[in-house]
């Protein structure tokens, strides 16, 4: 509950006020003779309740300026430590602990036990910028309120102890025989001219402008707010993605945690031609690219979607673009952005035939990709099952492995089944690319069955390669117009609490007897002028210095 505090005046104030809500009067330090502080007037705020609930002391916990400090300076040290090494979604085709082993040794590891190798998007991460917005909210709350309710009832008759406390101040008597509430209407109509809003109440008068400015810092606060909102916006599912891929020519691929598949038809490079380069470069014999562009067609899945699908997926065109390095595909809020690219010869797939070796004669064909093979082909009579799939083929104590997942050399292990073979079927082997025939020879392998069957392919029609591997950076940030619109909200308010200042004055006359006190958030000495030009209208000489507090007339 709130206990009141009494003032002279008669009016009862909260507790935690300390300038009357009425008259002005200090509530403490009342002999005292130093500037008054003027942050929200001296209103009581929720922080300074007196014995504080749980929730009050959760309220105090983050409207503590000393508290929010502390928390953006560990946001700020945590984002430092982010970006000491790459994040994990900067990688293109890696193993995240394999990488900070091999490029950063003991460090690289402990970086990435620790978790900093995904810095910006762990809950403690997320944690902090949650804490960081709550402060802001209740920060602005804890103070906005109160300075709300003393700017919408200031009171126009201020207590002399108010005035003689700001830091522009005057007392001094006016000339005998003035009439104080002309002399007071005809000051309000001096500074109405400096765009001032004046209020009189007889022989008083409260003068003030720019009164917006002074909800600057809170109009920041949203925008930081909406901002935080936005960031943390991009942990919800579909809404932010920043992931590389690599494509083959001619090569679809799925785009992770969406519907889209995304086909790499064609690349092209262009490069500098050697008069076009400097001696220096020539020198070198190096190769610097002019242009390079990815032909992308971008697919929706409408079934068969996903890794666990037993069938090709069932794709709909719905965009194509060349992809330019600052020109990216865009579809949707989807975007794909040229990176990088590679060259690299690889094997995207063959169309080998079937045959009888002995008679010539001819079973059929099939189309046979490197990267997902079905299960099993039919050709004519025969059915050819995939029992294994080496895409870089070789032997390691007499076992056939992998040496990686490209298809340098790739080969396939077949069980065919059909007329003229066993019934449970027999093994071929097939090597879509040449092999070397002073090694072994796919017939020597592939022993008896290969005098009833062969797979080759007839023509290079049948063969397609990939000489380029194009690297994409997909985005997709559906927050980013939120993290925008709270941007333009915060510089709105940097903007209004830079260029104006919320300027107050207050006068009161008793018995002949001037009290000025005057006010602003910054910049006194243009207060001093403006107050100081209109007393002198006014056929009272005052110089701006005299106006500064310790300066008084008597």
């Not at 620790?114 to 602005?140: K, N, P, Q, R």
């Not at 969406?258 to 220096?280: A, G, V």
């Not at 390095?325 to 690889?346: C, S």
């Not at 243009?526 to 110089?543: F, M, T």
Request: aromatic share 12%.
């Amino acid at each position: 509950m709130f206990y009141n505090t009494k003032c002279d005046c008669g009016h009862q104030n909260p507790t935690g006020t300390t300038l009357c809500e009425s008259c002005g009067n200090p509530l403490i330090d009342t002999d005292g003779r130093d500037i008054l502080e003027m942050r929200y007037d001296g209103m009581a705020r929720r922080s300074q309740k007196s014995n504080p609930s749980v929730l009050d002391k959760v309220w105090n916990f983050f409207s503590s300026v000393k508290i929010a400090v502390w928390i953006i300076f560990i946001t700020t040290l945590a984002s430092a430590v982010g970006t000491i090494f790459p994040q994990e979604n900067t990688f293109l085709d890696m193993d995240p602990s394999q990488y900070y082993s091999e490029n950063y040794g003991t460090l690289g590891n402990i970086y990435h036990a620790l978790g900093f190798s995904h810095t910006f998007s762990s809950w403690w991460f997320i944690t902090l910028l949650f804490m960081i917005g709550t402060s802001l909210v209740i920060c602005s709350l804890d103070r906005v309120l109160p300075l709300y309710r003393a700017l919408s009832k200031q009171q126009i008759r201020k207590h002399i102890n108010f005035l003689t406390r700001q830091n522009v101040t005057l007392v001094t008597d006016l000339p005998a025989g003035t009439d104080e509430i002309a002399w007071t209407n005809k000051l309000g109509t001096l500074l109405r001219k400096k765009n001032y809003r004046v209020h009189t109440d007889g022989s008083a008068l409260l003068a003030e402008k720019y009164r917006f400015s002074r909800w600057g810092p809170y109009i920041n606060h949203i925008g930081l707010i909406i901002f935080l909102i936005g960031v943390l916006m991009r942990g919800i599912p579909g809404w932010h993605m920043d992931q590389y891929m690599s494509i083959l020519e001619g090569e679809t691929k799925p785009i992770p945690h969406t519907s889209y598949y995304i086909k790499n038809e064609k690349f092209t490079l262009t490069l500098y031609d050697e008069q076009e380069l400097p001696e220096s470069i020539k020198a070198k014999g190096q190769i610097v690219p002019k242009t390079y562009e990815t032909q992308a067609v971008l697919y929706h899945c409408t079934a068969n979607c996903g890794d666990g699908a037993s069938q090709a997926p069932v794709l709909e065109e719905v965009h194509k673009a060349n992809i330019i390095v600052n020109h990216p595909l865009d579809y949707k809020g989807l975007q794909a952005y040229q990176f990088d690219y590679k060259a690299t010869p690889l094997l995207i797939s063959v169309k080998p035939t079937l045959s009888n070796p002995t008679t010539g004669e001819t079973y059929g064909s099939f189309e046979l990709p490197m990267n997902n093979p079905k299960e099993s082909y039919t050709v004519g009579a025969y059915t050819l099952t995939l029992k294994g799939f080496f895409p870089e083929f070789g032997i390691e104590k007499g076992q056939p492995i992998s040496k990686s997942n490209e298809p340098k050399a790739p080969a396939f292990i077949f069980n065919i089944t059909g007329p003229g073979l066993a019934e449970k079927g027999e093994p071929y082997l097939y090597f879509p690319r040449q092999i070397d025939k002073e090694t072994f020879s796919q017939d020597t392998i592939n022993g008896a069955i290969s005098q009833k069957l062969k797979i080759a392919v007839g023509t290079m029609e049948g063969v397609q390669f990939a000489n380029y591997t194009t690297y994409l950076n997909i985005r997709v940030d559906k927050a980013m117009p939120y993290i925008w619109v709270g941007s333009a909200i915060f510089m709105i308010g940097v903007i209004m609490g830079f260029y104006w200042q919320h300027r107050r004055i207050w006068i009161r006359i008793d018995g002949g007897k001037l009290t000025l006190g005057g006010h602003t958030n910054k910049n006194w000495f243009g207060l001093r002028n403006e107050v100081a030009a209109a007393l002198n209208k006014n056929d009272l000489d005052v110089l701006p210095k005299t106006l500064a507090n310790g300066g008084n007339q008597g």
